[in-house]
């Protein structure tokens, strides 16, 4: 049998996790781990196993793993073992750079919880369906078009206001 | 789940999280606001990305909130908020399968796909499609043909995109933008050409001559995008395989020239694609090893774990071509990446000299535990192909096996360490006794029933011919003592085994029964009977065909045979003998470890491909009555391969008939051939008493046609036959392109190659495990001798192997392999004759200028003997 069928679906699973193992973001593009628990059992053996070493690239469960780690957070492109690894890791690079972008270097749990709409969004600009859309972080980052976030003060409702007040004045105890 | 994750979360401090404490229904209450006028586009986008979070940690979602959600979500498309209508198309895409009536949003998306805002219409464009089925499409088909040609690359590459997925459902509807795809395809823009060329071949793929004609174009006008150059090289690599090209096809040089691109991406997919193919020679596998070799010492590690795995791959087959890189290689075994490290070092131990072996090992067993399974998988097949290259090691790769073993591990793993060790007990017979000692230990503590009971079945099988059978039964008895039902069943057969054997042993063996006579298990107990008295008895016989030598019979063949006995009650008892036999033997088979990337369906028993033929040919009606089928040859080719029909025909052998299956193949798309029969000249006494044949045959769809034939009753000995064949049809000329046949017909024919019926099809293949038993059980009642001299054979490997194909029979106790250096040999082979008759043959080989062959058969019935020794003078 021929090993692959030429296909544009390069991609099965785009996946960020946080440094506890739990689930960010999780895309999965089609039916190897069709449900939630074979999911999480799937992100909880990936996470085993790359999160102490700072490798790039691995072998699991069949599958290849293209990984990249930053600050707090695990970035992971799935792909067939068939598949071309650098074209997962295109994947992965253009994802991280974008986001980068987007989150001005702060690529952190953090920022990046206070712009799920902008990961959102920039997803689904890089692959459509398993099929890689774009490669090019300038153009995923363009298409995003977010808008600037430092929305004026007077757009905010008190609570949000309250909110924040709260969460920096934790912060300087904390520190 | 998002309360455990809050709660970690509030514990480590590591910061907020702004979507804590989501509640589902909270957040659909929230959703209200979507209602509210005017619309707050802030904090209607903070809800929808909650739906989304909610989604994507995999909340589930019932169809009326969903759907209620959905409708009220409709409402913020009168926003002009930029990311909210974003935000919007994504939701529609996520809860596509969840609501109801989603095609309400069909205007809405269609406005945008066609407006003005460019930011809108690639993600409109893809979200109308999620929602879209055949009917709906055509209705947007002149959009769609518009947008696949826009100038905007991310309109273009959307709509391409989203027709590929729409393919699958409606290619009918796809099929007509072909021309679009094809101007989209020349775009300067290059992800637009990457998609135009998936979308171009997913339409083509089943005509190979649009297929062909595809690629002249590209590879001759060449493409900026390296996605698309390596979707290319992957179309022509399949196009190579499929053709059966020669690799002085242009595209094979295509594929070759991609080597020299600037892209490593396009220079990888080049080199893997050339590796990938079948029978490469060391001379065009070169320049895609010196590509390799300089990505070894690329920064990127995904490149050098790409490298080093391909490597790997060209080792397996074709290690002198790897031995350049050796010395890369050995600068990677210290690798950061534990992967690839272990690709270097398993490559190696394939490339690499005898002398390096000890030191490499070495090295492995420094990191072995910090690897993956499925790396460690690839360790023990890197261990198993070393054994075999150098037999010599074994003791040293024995040694590293069973600290493996003791090692924590997942099944897969073990199983390669099992199987790996038992393939070296199998290769070096010197490796016997210490192999079966760390399988001793390794069952006292193993968890894996399928292992125990396998590594039981070897003991059984190997230990009673040790010099010392005692000392295993300890090993065996512990299991009955203390393992699962399975286990203690599989040990209860393994020590009946050394007590038929050992006639010393036999006294304890016996009362060890005994104690398992009284086990929990019913199964275990029956065995345990069972053995008992047969063991009692004390007769070589008895022994011979119940304990060493199991059933050969087809077990789904069994089943079906057992449940038509309880259909029909009758005074007779069960006849073993109408059960078809097994036809691939299913122990002591070349244990072929399983590839790195395995599959992860579970494995299913599939039928056997003779169950599958019993089958088919018991639901034609001429046929019943016929008793089970025997054998099932391995197809014949009756035709050249590129000839107008293909015919090939499977010989199925029956008691007293044989049946002849023509496959039929019409090539032509202008023709429909009906009344399709292959009319057969023997060439002996056979006759041929009926044609079935094959009512229709459209173009490139198979049908199968039937003759039976009965073999001649009166001389038994007329095995072989030689019958001339001529395919008879009624010929319908037809519209290639619709199908549509004319109302005439004119008769034809079409002479086929002969086909021969030879000794080996009125013989199936069984296994004896222990032919030394089976040999006295059948006894020399006919046993008959004579000696030949086979003077146009070189080797005994080539005798060996000419004697097995040409009798049919199953080569036991590995005689199939002839040591190196040796100028005698003999080959066992046993097998069933047509009519159940155990036929087991003794070939004595001996190289002298020619090889001369003393051949002994042992039958139940006489003739048999004389059909074989008829057969081989």
């Given amino acids: 049998m021929f090993p692959t069928e030429p296909s544009l679906y390069t991609v099965k699973a785009v996946l960020i996790l946080d440094n506890d193992g739990d689930r960010l973001y999780a895309k999965y593009y089609d039916d190897t781990y069709p449900t939630v628990k074979e999911q999480k059992a799937f992100e909880k053996n990936i996470f085993n196993k790359t999160h102490r070493t700072d490798s790039e690239i691995a072998l699991l469960e069949g599958l290849t793993v293209v990984y990249k780690s930053n600050i707090d957070l695990f970035f992971y492109v799935i792909g067939s073992s068939h598949e071309n690894e650098l074209m997962l890791m295109a994947v992965l690079n253009c994802l991280f750079d974008s986001l980068s972008q987007m989150l001005r270097k702060n690529v952190e749990r953090r920022a990046l919880l206070e712009n799920m709409e902008g990961l959102f969004l920039a997803v689904d600009e890089i692959v459509d369906g398993g099929v890689i859309l774009e490669s090019d972080p300038q153009q995923v980052v363009h298409r995003v078009a977010l808008r600037g976030d430092d929305v004026p003060l007077t757009e905010q409702t008190v609570t949000q206001v309250l909110q924040s007040a709260k969460e920096q004045i934790k912060w300087s105890l904390l520190r | ?873």
């Fill in chain 2, 1 to 873: 789940m998002i309360k455990k994750f809050d709660k970690k979360d509030e514990e480590s401090g590591s910061g907020s999280n702004p979507f804590q404490h989501l509640e589902k229904s909270a957040v659909l209450q929230e959703a209200r606001i979507f209602n509210e006028t005017p619309i707050n586009p802030r904090r209607c986008l903070h809800i929808l990305t909650k739906i989304i979070y909610l989604l994507n940690q995999g909340e589930h979602f019932g169809t009326t909130e969903a759907t209620e959600a959905f409708f009220a979500m409709t409402r913020l498309f009168q926003s002009n908020d930029q990311t909210l209508r974003r935000m919007c198309y994504l939701t529609i895409k996520e809860m596509a399968n969840i609501s109801e009536d989603v095609i309400i949003v069909t205007s809405s998306l269609t406005k945008d796909m066609t407006g003005k805002e460019d930011v809108y219409r690639g993600p409109a464009i893809r979200a109308l499609c999620r929602i879209t089925d055949t009917t709906m499409l055509q209705a947007i088909e002149r959009y769609m043909k518009q947008a696949i040609v826009d100038k905007v690359p991310s309109v273009s590459s959307s709509a391409l995109v989203s027709s590929l997925h729409m393919v699958k459902m409606s290619y009918d509807v796809v099929k007509r933008w072909v021309n679009e795809a094809q101007e989209a395809a020349s775009s300067d823009n290059i992800m637009v050409q990457y998609h135009a060329l998936g979308l171009l071949y997913h339409l083509r793929k089943n005509d190979r001559l649009a297929v062909t004609k595809m690629l002249n174009k590209f590879t001759k006008s060449g493409l900026k995008s390296p996605f698309a150059y390596c979707m290319l090289i992957r179309i022509a690599s399949k196009l190579l395989d499929e053709t059966e090209g020669g690799h002085d096809s242009p595209l094979f040089d295509f594929i070759e020239s991609c080597l020299r691109n600037k892209n490593e991406m396009v220079v990888y997919e080049a080199a893997s694609a050339i590796v990938h193919m079948p029978n490469c020679t060391a001379r065009e596998l070169a320049p895609a090893v010196s590509v390799l070799q300089l990505f070894c010492s690329s920064p990127k590690a995904a490149l050098r774990y790409a490298a080093v795995r391909t490597l790997n791959k060209v080792a397996m087959k074709h290690p002198s071509a790897v031995t350049a890189c050796n010395l890369d290689l050995e600068n990677l075994i210290t690798d950061s990446n534990r992967s690839i490290a272990t690709l270097a070092i398993t490559t190696l131990l394939k490339t690499g000299s005898e002398s390096s072996v000890d030191r490499l090992m070495k090295q492995i067993s420094s990191f072995v535990s910090e690897i993956s399974d499925e790396f460690k998988v690839v360790v023990v097949q890197a261990i198993s192909a070393l054994c075999q290259k150098y037999p010599r090691k074994h003791s040293v790769m024995m040694n590293f096996l069973s600290n493996m073993l003791r090692d924590d591990g997942g099944f897969e793993y073990k199983r390669a360490i099992v199987d790996c060790i038992i393939s070296i007990i199998e290769e070096n017979p010197e490796s016997k006794e210490t192999g079966l000692a760390h399988l001793c230990e390794f069952i006292e503590d193993c968890e894996h029933t399928v292992l125990a009971t396998k590594i039981l079945h070897l003991l059984g099988k190997e230990g009673p011919r040790t010099p010392q059978p005692s000392k295993y039964i300890r090993f065996i008895f512990n299991r009955v003592v203390l393992e699962s039902e399975a286990v203690r069943a599989a040990a209860v057969s393994a020590l009946a085994k050394f007590g038929a054997q050992n006639d010393d042993l036999l006294p304890s063996v016996l009362v060890l029964m005994q104690r398992c006579m009284m086990d929990s298990d019913d199964e275990v107990r029956d065995r345990a009977t069972f053995y008992m008295n047969v063991l009692q008895q004390k007769q070589k016989a008895l022994n011979a065909a119940y304990i060493f030598n199991g059933l050969s019979v087809s077990i789904p063949g069994l089943e079906k045979s057992l449940h038509q006995y309880t259909l029909e009650p009758s005074e007779k008892p069960f006849d073993m003998k109408t059960v078809p036999l097994a036809t691939t033997p299913i122990t002591e088979q070349k244990t072929e470890i399983a590839p790195v990337a395995t599959s992860k369906l579970p494995e299913k028993l599939a039928p056997s491909r003779q169950d599958i033929y019993q089958e088919q040919l018991a639901s034609i009606p001429e046929f019943q009555g016929l008793g089970p089928l025997f054998k099932s040859s391995e197809p014949v080719q009756l035709t050249e391969a590129e000839t107008e029909y293909v015919v090939r025909c499977v010989k199925h052998t029956f008691a007293r008939h044989m049946v002849f299956q023509f496959d039929c193949t019409n090539t032509l798309n202008d023709q429909l051939l009906q009344k399709v029969v292959v009319q057969m000249e023997p060439s002996e006494a056979y006759e041929v008493i009926h044609y079935i044949p094959a009512p229709s045959l459209p173009y490139s769809q198979p049908g199968s046609c039937y003759t039976l034939v009965r073999l001649p009753d009166d001389d038994p000995t007329a095995v072989s036959c030689t019958f001339s064949c001529t395919m008879k049809y009624l010929v319908r000329d037809c519209d290639p392109n619709t199908g549509e046949p004319d109302d005439d017909g004119y008769d034809d024919e079409y002479v086929l190659e002969d086909l021969e019926v030879t000794v080996a099809d009125h013989i199936q293949k069984v296994l004896k495990p222990n032919f030394g038993a089976a040999w006295e059980e059948v006894g020399d009642e006919f046993e008959k001798e004579e000696t030949f001299a086979l003077a146009s054979v070189r080797t005994l490997d080539e005798a060996v192997g000419n004697i097995i194909s040409f009798l049919g029979m199953q080569p036991c106790e590995r005689s199939d392999k002839v040591p190196e250096n040796k100028n005698s040999h003999v080959l066992f082979l046993a097998g069933v004759f047509r009519g159940s008759h155990d036929v087991l043959v003794r070939a004595r080989l001996a190289l002298a200028d020619g090889v001369t062959m003393q051949v002994t058969v042992r039958s139940s019935e006489e003739t048999v003997v004389d059909v074989i020794l008829a057969s081989v003078g």
